[in-house]
């Protein structure tokens, strides 16, 4: 066998495993021996660069490369679906195309095709000669954004097409989500890098699908689901069993699709999925209705904003009702006391829920909560379940109301009430383990030093070593002293020491930010750093000089005064100087202008050369104002694609400046 014959004898294998592992769920081969075909794979390609193909299975991680997307205009226009919300609506559809297509309904309806309606970001794919060659979003429906490198890493996606029969080149369109399991996944590395949380695995779908760096799309688990076909020389004459041929290429093609012949058989499969969809690994928001005929949804056309052949249910948002075990009392990094429901289990949205927080003693007061109260409990399409209420008809005898502790769960301190606020805080700050271990593990994070290795078990590991007893103990690790400890070996020692070598290379601001000092996040370091621009002017300014930098409050100010006063605290400064860490701007830094300054920036809609977070950053450092929402203090919003509708009229009727990202970067550049 020549070289270039086994090339495509591994690349037609890697794609059969692929699809039979992302699309029928049913691996045929073990993960060694998969491992072992794509590193052969990558081995040749790399020997014989003559051979590559864009399309190989081993291109499947992406590119750290960052770029921007093309817009591409859309053949056939991507419309919206027209939305009900009971199953009356959706019975009142299917007689109004019957009437249009003088179908006296009967016992009988036209045949519809009911389908999922994943709650992802819409997709449109080009294929030509069974190779994928262009990935393009729905953008505004006209056109949208060029995303085939991103696309090409999700690997239930067929790059090349199996069987035959296919058009020579047809687009076929889909929905991309994000599956529960990897959902939660990413919420909990954000959560650990005090990241904000995505809402929903919609928006986790739609943010992964613009990012730059298509390794770290790979690296996140996107699938796409099927549910269109489009072509001038489609293989069949309706709906039903193009997406069945769809399926035999190699699409992930939805199994709840079913052809349904009666208003009945609809009602029911409205029915049956209302309460099967808490089931599926992925999140749905309802279902959709298509006539099946082709030459039928031609004879209904269409109005200027969606077809009148097809038209989308949507479920209501979920509730369970669940009995409440306990209330626990948690204690978070700065002392602040969260009551959490500890539940029976139930499943929503996809995901079995055990606890959901409470907030604070108002909360809980508020909603009468007694020992063992049945909850309800929601989440509609949000990740962060919510007690919304109490069944008090179910409510035991002589329950009585959850009482709100006074001491310290974890190290017995009396509480004290935050003025002005409803949370309780421990004030022992240097002697409760859960706010000294909350404290190195915000250390460690990726937006603070970024420190590999040491997460939210390790932390508390070497907390309970006795070798890290704050941040400035890390700065002395060895391995020698890692490796005896659980689930630590020589890899991971390593890592971790190599890790806080490399923070001694993390800027000043992050530092800042790093310390925990009470009201100082992310911002607030940065503006900070732009005013002393060193670790001693900030510890010696007084009340005065601090509120005089922008956005710095007395409230602020006084945090930072009693951060530093403490003697603790200044050995720590000292000790983590002492270390390497950055305690000042270097003097050539450049990267802080005043060119923003009193411009108050509102951000709407999604961007292709920046994230929302970096541009964030830009603002402030060039001494804008973040705000979240639109007023006539609004200097000007920065809108990328899909700019929200609400703020789009705010900003219209207030008279508010729009411009797109080239004007802002063109605008920081001078």
Sequence with gaps: MSVKERIEKLRNELNKHNHAYYVENSPTVSDYDYDMMMKELEKLEQEYPEYDDELSPSHRVGSDITKGFSQVAHVHPMLSLGNTYSIGEVDEWVKKCNDLLENPVGMNSIPIVGEMKFDGTSISLIYENGRLIRAVTRGDGEKGDDVTDNIKTIRS???????????????????????????????????????????????????????????????????????????????????????????????????????LHSIDEIDSFINHWDEQRKH???????????????????????????????????????????????????????????????????????TIVKRASLHNEDIVKS????????????????????????DKNAREKN????????????????????????????????????????????????????????????????????????????????TSDLIPLDRVGPRTAQRIVDGVEASKNVPFDRVVYALSIPFVGETVARKLVKAVR?????????????????????????????YFALPTNRELIERLRKAGVQMS?????????????????????????????????????????????ISKKTTFVLAGENMGPAKLEKANSLGVPIIDETEFLRMIEK
């Excluded at 909603?367 to 109490?390: A, F, Q, S, W």
């Excluded at 383990?433 to 420190?451: K, L, T």
Aim: hydrophobic share 40%.
């Design 157 to 259: 996606i067929p790059l090349t097409l199996h069987g035959k029969g296919y058009p020579e080149r047809f687009e076929i369109r889909g929905e991309i989500v994000l599956p529960w399991k990897a959902f939660d996944k990413l919420n909990q590395e954000r959560a650990f890098n005090e990241e904000p949380l995505f809402a929903n695995p919609r928006n986790a779908a739609a943010g992964t699908l613009k990012l730059q760096a298509s390794s770290e799309v790979s690296r996140r688990g996107l699938d796409a689901y099927f549910y269109y076909l489009i072509s001038e020389n489609l293989p069949c004459d309706n709906h039903y069993d193009n997406m069945l041929k769809a399926r035999e290429w190699g699409f992930k093609v939805s199994d709840a699709m079913t052809l």
């Design 280 to 350: 599926l690994p992925v999140a749905t928001d309802g279902l959709v209705f298509k006539v099946n005929n082709l030459r039928q949804q031609l004879n209904l056309g269409y109005t200027s904003k969606s077809p009148r052949w097809a038209i989308a249910y949507k479920f209501a948002a979920e509730r369970a009702l669940t009995r409440l075990n306990f209330v626990s009392f948690e204690v978070g990094r700065m002392g602040i006391i969260t009551p959490v429901a500890n539940l029976e289990p139930v499943l929503l949205s996809g």
């Design 367 to 390: 909603l009468d909560i007694h020992e063992h109260d049945m909850l309800y409990v929601e989440k509609g399409g949000e990740i962060i379940p919510k007690i919304t209420g109490v």
């Design 399 to 478: 329950a009585t109301p959850i009482k709100f502790v006074t001491h310290c769960p974890d190290c017995g301190t009396p509480l004290i009430r935050i003025p002005g606020e409803a949370s309780w805080q421990c004030p022992n700050k240097y002697g409760c383990r859960p706010q000294i271990i909350g404290r190195i593990e915000h250390f460690v994070s990726r937006h603070m030093m970024d420190i590999e290795g040491v997460g939210e078990e390790n932390s508390a590991l070497l907390f309970e070593a006795g070798l890290v007893k704050n941040s400035a103990d890390l700065y002395d690790l060895k």
């Design 534 to 562: 060193d670790i001693d002017t900030l510890m010696n300014m007084s009340r005065d000089e601090l509120v005089r930098i922008e956005d710095i409050g007395p409230r602020i100010a006084d945090a930072i005064i009693e």
């Design 585 to 629: 701007l270097p003097e050539e830094d450049t990267t802080y202008s005043d060119i923003l300054a009193g411009k108050t920036i509102v951000i709407s809609g999604v961007f292709a050369k920046h994230s929302r977070e970096e541009y964030k950053e830009m603002i402030e450092k060039n001494g804008g104002k973040n705000s979240g929402s």
